[in-house]
């Protein structure tokens, strides 16, 4: 089974709109984090925004929020007021403990979003 | 404060070469970690080191291997490279283990 799930391969967005990207993840510890990274086109992987398993409020970052659904498992990152330089690709990732009690961080295959002037 | 740096930012080598990719992580990191990126696979992780000790790996053959220096710098070398090695090649570095990762732009690798 997939650790983590990006459903939607490509998206596209009105630049000002907001946009929610979606992910699932699948795990069996309780103490786990979440985390979303940006792609632009020249390939460094830029942090957005963080959510931990016990963390109950949403995070957020500026025009970035996490909407956490623990029971669900998902972490949805919700973009508002869309730019032009959100046009990238986006990764969900987390982090959890493997056997050896060391952190594995797995990520998703990515949502190519572009925003539409 | 510096980000992540990997040099080079590329490389073309051919089949059955060698090849060594140098990570800087941020000051005061001591834990660096390799992906590697492909149109097909993803983002699949390689390893990760931390104060020197390799703590953890990936699902990859032998021929890729890692190492950390004392003062948190890290390499990687794959050798008989194979046409399915070319890639984007990603370090990350943490200052801590559940601390997030900080990436750097990466080493795109072309084998021919």
């Known amino acids: 089974a997939q650790k983590i799930t990006q459903t939607q391969p490509g998206m596209f967005v009105q630049e000002k709109e907001a946009v929610t990207l979606d992910c699932t993840y699948d795990?069996?510890?309780?103490?786990?984090?979440l985390f979303w990274y940006k792609q632009p086109s020249s390939g460094e992987m830029i942090f957005l925004i963080y959510?931990?398993?016990?963390?109950?409020q949403n995070a957020t970052e500026g025009r970035y929020s996490l909407n956490f659904q623990k029971a669900r498992k998902s972490a949805n990152l919700v973009i508002s007021a869309s730019q032009l330089g959100d046009s990238a690709m986006y990764f969900c990732?987390?982090?959890?403990?493997?056997?050896?009690?060391?952190?594995?961080?797995?990520f998703g295959t990515g949502t190519k979003l572009q925003v539409i002037p | 404060k510096a980000g992540v740096t990997q040099t080079p930012r590329y490389l073309i080598k051919t089949r059955g070469q060698q090849v060594t990719l140098s990570c800087s992580p941020i000051?005061?990191?001591?834990?660096v970690s390799w992906y590697q990126q492909t149109p097909g696979q993803g983002l699949q992780f390689l390893f990760e080191?931390?104060?020197?000790?390799?703590?953890n790996k990936g699902n990859f053959p032998g021929r890729f291997s890692g190492r950390q220096f004392s003062n948190s710098r890290s390499e990687m070398n794959v050798s008989t490279l194979e046409l399915g090695d070319s890639a984007l090649y990603l370090c990350?570095?943490?200052?801590?283990?559940?601390?997030?990762?900080?990436f750097g732009s990466g080493t795109q690798l072309s084998v021919l």
């Open positions: 000051s005061g990191h001591r834990s």
């Open positions: 795990t069996s510890d309780q103490s786990y984090g």
């Open positions: 990732a987390m982090r959890e403990l493997d056997s050896g009690g060391y952190q594995k961080v797995t």
């Open positions: 080191y931390f104060s020197e000790t390799q703590r």
């Open positions: 990350a570095s943490s200052s801590t283990v559940n601390e997030k990762l900080f």
């Open positions: 959510q931990g398993s016990y963390d109950e």
